[in-house]
């Protein structure tokens, strides 16, 4: 997907600033992890890449590169809480990326225009979600979430339509190749329960609070691991983004933990507990907690309620412009 354009895309022709230590996603149209975040990232872009209004055409664009896969199922969705309730507003069922039948990997059909519905309240902080489960090959599951506005001179409050779902993730019912058959797996869509989105917009809280998109390290590095200090202790080290890319390195030393670590502009440790006010911090930015149990992350200029360290370890500011947590 390039429009609207997914968070860190590196391939959409308009695209907002990156926030403060985030780096463009050069693996975003790799399918999802199996057992990771259905989403690749769950920080926002600072600013909305595109202003919908209910009750009129909307037009969702894809790269012309990307492989087709025969066709499948996809599903577009509104969520108003940072993917964690998502509503159906659209579906191509069957053939999505091609116009009928046909066992290819180069896709025919690269936008689909449809009509927001009439309901769907206005936010200034709303996503959309697009999910692709592939007829043909392995089973995989591929996302891509979008930061939008959407404006509604109705003044619809609520939004009611089929639960998104996550085939071939884990979690979810696993869909068989197509083999032919372009019914495989409609029932689970058809199945799916309803689900109620409010206009409220998601919050601070919520967001920490978002145990499916949050992913950690799998491989602990050592509090001093960024001098490479290899008989050091270990210690887990902070959550970061499940598959945030940076520019692509030359380096062949894969255990190299500035590579997988987050590079993030740390703030001062001092007044953590204030609640702040939209806009004092910006998007995107982390920082220790002032007693060290924990770090907090900036979305829409807000301070999260954070993430703690693991028991033992403390939160540190290291030497390359990022937090961990570590041995005191």
């Known amino acids: 997907m390039n429009k609207p354009c997914p968070r860190f895309s590196p391939n959409c022709a308009t695209r907002p600033p990156l926030p403060a230590g985030q780096g463009y996603n050069y693996n975003i149209k790799d399918p999802i992890a199996y057992d990771g975040p259905v989403f690749m990232s769950d ?22 590169d990307g492989a087709g896969h025969g066709g499948g199922h996809c599903q577009f969705a509104i969520s108003y809480d940072n993917g964690k309730t998502a509503a159906i507003v659209h579906k191509v069922m069957k053939h999505c990326f091609f116009n009928n039948p046909l066992d290819s990997n180069n896709a025919e059909v690269l936008k689909y225009t449809f009509t927001l519905p009439a309901d769907v309240p206005a936010s200034s902080n709303a996503q959309f979600i697009w999910i692709w489960t592939n007829a043909v090959g392995d089973r995989e599951l591929y996302t891509g979430i979008s930061d939008i506005t959407i404006a509604n001179s109705g003044g619809s409050k609520s939004y009611t339509g089929k639960s998104a779902i996550y085939p071939n993730h884990a979690g979810y019912d696993t869909i068989p190749a197509f083999n032919g058959d372009y019914t495989t797996g409609l029932s689970l869509y058809d199945n799916a329960p309803n689900v109620t989105i409010t206009s409220s917009g998601y919050t601070a809280e ?3 609070n978002q145990k499916p998109i949050i992913s950690r390290i799998s491989e602990p590095v050592s509090s001093d691991s960024y001098e490479s200090s290899s008989e050091s202790p270990k210690a887990p080290v902070l959550p970061v983004i499940h598959n945030t890319a940076v ?15 987050p590079s993030v502009k740390p703030t001062s440790d001092q007044d953590t507990d204030d609640e702040c006010e939209p806009g004092e911090c910006e998007p995107g930015t982390l920082k220790c907690n002032d007693n060290g149990s924990g770090f907090r992350i900036c979305t829409w200029g807000k301070w999260s309620d954070g993430f703690t360290c693991v028991q033992g370890t403390v939160c540190k500011t290291s030497d390359i ?3 961990y947590c570590g041995w005191p």
């Open 43 to 64: 920080v926002p872009w600072p600013q909305p890449v595109a202003s919908w209004t209910a009750g009129q055409p909307v037009t969702v664009g894809f790269q012309a």
């Open 206 to 208: 919520q967001l920490s």
């Open 247 to 261: 520019q692509p390195s030359t380096s062949t030393n894969s255990e190299t933990p500035s590579s997988t670590a």
């Open 321 to 323: 412009n990022s937090v």
